[in-house]
Structures are given as structure tokens and as C-alpha cells.
């Protein structure tokens, strides 16, 4: 059975940092691309940034992410970080982790066709 579970979300000040992480069963996260989205209230969802399969080997960000996150893929533990750094008010959102095959689309930062979703972790960027 397929799951994806996020975590480490939380509420921390402008300019912190925090780690999410996307643990994944009944796949090898090696095998699938794996991309993190978000939803601000009132807004659609957008993806911040998505990394490939092994074989594909691309790493996205979006524009308004790019610079402060970082995304990584630990094998060994079958789970994809995203590192959230210098962290804005305007990155509060749920942040959800998506799998799927690798794909290459004109949407950008999207590297996976979206199969298998996680229930989201929320993040709030708050003084």
C-alpha cells in the first residue's frame, strides 16, 4: 500500500527555518519523482519545488522559493526533505508531498505527474 506521510510542520517566526519531511511506503522514493505544494488560504494550490527520480535527476524550485529551500532525498530512510530557511509570512500554507513518475511539463516547478498525495502538514509564518 502506498502512503505518503508529511511532517514537521509548525508555527516559527519570519527568518526561521524549518524541515519537512515526506516518508514514503510501498515505493522507493529512488523510482518516483516526488514534489512539494502548497495552499495558502484563498489561494490555489502552487508547487514550490520537486525533485526527480533518480534517473531523471532534475531538482525545481519556484521563483518565490528558490535561494531559502531546499529539497533532498534521503534513500536510505525512504523520505524527501524540503529545508524552508529565511521563512516569510507569505509561506504560510499547507504544504503537501505528491509522487508519481517523472515527468516534463511546461508547468513549472512540476517534475511529477501527481499519483499519490500525503495529508499535508501546515506551516505558519508568524511573529
Known amino acids: 500500500q502506498v502512503q505518503l506521510v508529511e511532517s514537521g510542520g509548525g508555527l516559527v517566526q519570519p527568518g526561521g527555518s524549518l524541515r519537512l519531511s515526506c516518508a514514503a511506503s510501498?515505493?522507493?522514493?529512488?523510482?518516483?519523482?516526488i514534489g512539494w505544494f502548497r495552499r495558502a488560504p484563498g489561494k490555489e494550490r502552487e508547487g514550490v519545488s520537486c525533485?526527480?527520480?533518480?534517473?531523471?535527476?532534475?531538482?525545481l524550485y519556484s521563483d518565490s522559493v528558490k535561494g531559502r529551500f531546499t529539497i533532498s532525498r534521503d534513500t536510505a530512510k525512504n523520505t524527501v526533505y524540503l529545508q524552508m530557511n529565511s521563512l516569510r509570512p507569505e509561506d504560510t500554507a499547507v504544504y503537501y508531498c505528491a509522487a508519481g513518475p517523472s515527468v516534463v511539463t511546461p508547468q513549472w516547478p512540476i517534475c511529477v505527474m501527481t499519483k499519490y498525495w500525503g495529508q499535508g502538514t501546515q506551516v505558519t509564518v508568524s511573529s
Open positions: 525533485i526527480g527520480s533518480v534517473d531523471d535527476g532534475r531538482i
Open positions: 510501498g515505493f522507493t522514493v529512488d523510482d518516483y519523482a
